[in-house]
């Protein structure tokens, strides 16, 4: 039964997602209709007595949702699970903004809650930021050391780099800076979070060729 | 607690192939939709402006790399070192406690040739712990037995013995004084079987430290060997870890 409904549910919002995609009227409410709650739902979960914000970031979320439906040629993925997340980021911005400033005027809140290209990083001073990515790199371990420094300090050439780590392609060279930079940022957000390093659990090892290939 | 700080991407399928923005063959439209990911989720902007302000930040000198220490290779080669080291070197103290040490005979000019029958145990000048050791010579051809006898060359100390076999123990009820030169004279019977009648060699008794003094110099070469490559690995080892410890 519980499956049957959800097999109905996920029909229902396809056939929303095409609608919406069609231009046809009224689609826009239709598929904000079905993704509503449970970014409502979230969003209250994840704010608990700070409930003035909850409207806005819910509100927020949707609008952003959808304009990344228009930007989409073909969407096949977890709508409701792509806005749900948008709206936890954005209250993890919310908390962290309150967090760091307290005192902050409510109007330019709301301003730079409506803004979805603002993030943690515009919001640290210069200084802050590079103290702290000073300190994330600390965390990560020589393998990402090593990479880092090859590519943005000597600025090797990726080939070169890829025949130093004894890959098979460059794309694995890409890969590896990629989930280095990943490590920093997860090591980054726990620093701005004003956690200790032992909590963050980072100095993770390179993955091995080919995870990601 | 990290789920209340920590930014989650809000389209994996997308998130995961983010390195793809770095590499030049990527396709355009791959990338646009790369790009326009990133600017709905702040989980992947926030790696990809990273990733610029650590370039910029390294570049201007306002980041540090941590300095490099020695390539974990190297710290593993001194480790193997070491190990491998040490276990030469008990290998080599261990052949050179029990094979037999080498005969100053063989650095004497003497007109017998290296396979002419002789003393075996102990060898030539070697020094032994004293108490009942055991002696041994070269089996000679139509001897049916052996007379043997230990004599001090400093003392009145003397032990003589029969045997049918090509050594003998020194009887327990005595024992060889320590700090003595001895004379052993094996004389077979008939004395024809020996070239000159008999074999002679001559030994001394002394301390521990006088008879592990006497084995380091001239217990087996092989041995030596064994043990001086052991010891010098483990030295190089033990040096090089201490050094890239501190580094």
């Known amino acids: ?213 | 607690m990290s789920d209340r700080t920590h930014y989650e991407c809000i389209d994996l399928r997308l998130g995961d192939e983010l390195w793809r923005l770095d590499d030049p063959d990527t396709p355009r439209d791959m990338v646009a939709r790369l790009e326009r990911h990133c600017e709905f989720c702040s989980a992947c902007r926030l790696r990809r402006d990273l990733g610029a302000h650590l370039s910029s930040g390294l570049k201007a000198k306002r980041l540090t790399l941590p300095v490099a220490r020695p390539s974990s290779r190297a710290r593993i080669l001194f480790r193997w070192a070491t190990g491998a080291g040490a276990t030469a070197l008990a290998a080599g103290l261990t052949m050179i406690a029990i094979l037999p040490p080498v005969s100053s005979r063989v650095f004497l000019h003497t007109r017998a040739p290296d396979d002419a029958p002789a003393v075996t145990r102990p060898v030539s000048e070697e020094i032994i712990a004293g108490g009942n050791p055991s002696l041994a010579w070269t089996p000679l051809e139509g001897a049916r037995e052996y007379e043997v006898s230990v004599r001090s060359v400093d003392s009145e100390f003397e032990w003589t013995g029969t045997t049918a076999s090509a050594d003998i123990a020194v009887s327990d009820e005595v024992a060889l004084p320590q700090g003595q030169r001895y004379r052993v004279t094996v004389t077979p019977t008939p004395s024809y079987a020996a070239p000159s009648g008999s074999l002679r060699s001559t030994f001394r008794t002394g301390n521990l430290r006088a008879v592990a003094a006497y084995r380091l110099a001239s217990g087996s070469r092989s041995g030596r060997f064994v043990g001086l490559a052991g010891a010098l690995a483990l030295l190089t080892g033990v040096l090089g870890m201490v050094v890239t410890r501190r580094r």
């Open chain 1, 1 to 213: 039964m519980n499956h049957d409904s959800q097999h109905t549910g996920e029909q229902k919002l396809a056939e929303a997602i095409k609608s919406y995609r069609e231009r046809r009227p009224g689609a826009d409410d239709q598929l904000l209709g079905l993704i509503r709650e449970p970014v409502l739902e979230s969003t209250r979960r994840f704010l608990g007595d700070d409930a003035d914000w909850t409207d806005d970031i819910v509100q927020e979320s949707l609008v952003a949702t959808l304009r990344y439906l228009d930007g989409e040629t073909e969407f096949s993925g977890d709508l409701v699970g792509l806005s749900v997340t948008i709206a936890r980021n954005r209250c993890r911005d919310l908390a962290r903004w309150r967090g760091r400033r307290p005192q902050a005027e409510v109007e330019s809140v709301s301003e730079w809650l409506a803004d979805p290209q603002q993030n943690i990083l515009d919001k640290l001073v210069e200084s802050e930021l590079f103290d702290h990515l000073q300190t994330a790199l600390g965390h990560l371990g020589r393998d990402c050391h090593d990479l880092l420094r090859a590519l943005f300090l000597d600025e090797i050439p990726t080939e070169d780099v890829r025949r130093r780590l004894g890959l098979s392609t460059v794309q694995g060279v890409y890969y590896r800076k990629a989930v280095c930079l990943e490590q920093l940022g997860s090591v980054f957000q726990g620093l701005v979070a004003g956690r200790s390093r032992d909590e963050t659990g980072h100095g993770a090892r390179m993955p091995r060729e080919g995870a990601s290939e």
